[in-house]
């Protein structure tokens, strides 16, 4: 499937949760990332985001496509992230 996933935490989780999230997606914008991820993998890195949050406080919306050819990406200003593979 393919994932956009976008997270607001609190500044002293932001490098934690950032780590985890590169391990499975490619950075796309600040707190921004897609990529493509197997069951297991979309599983595993829920087990590892929810563990690393204070779930009052913290927000992630994780947005779940069948396939990345139904998502059409229009993207305006400075290209911070890239599409290189993950790991």
Known sequence: M???????TAAERNPAVLRTCR???HWVQRS??????????YRNLS??????????????RVYAIGSPHLVQI?????????SDSVL
């Open 2 to 8: 393919f994932v956009i996933l976008v997270y607001d």
């Open 23 to 25: 391990q499975y997606l």
């Open 32 to 41: 921004v990332f897609q990529g493509e991820l197997s069951a297991a993998q």
């Open 47 to 60: 087990e590892a985001l929810r563990r690393q949050l204070d779930l009052s406080y913290d927000s992630i």
């Open 74 to 82: 229009e993207a305006f200003g400075a290209e911070l992230g890239h």
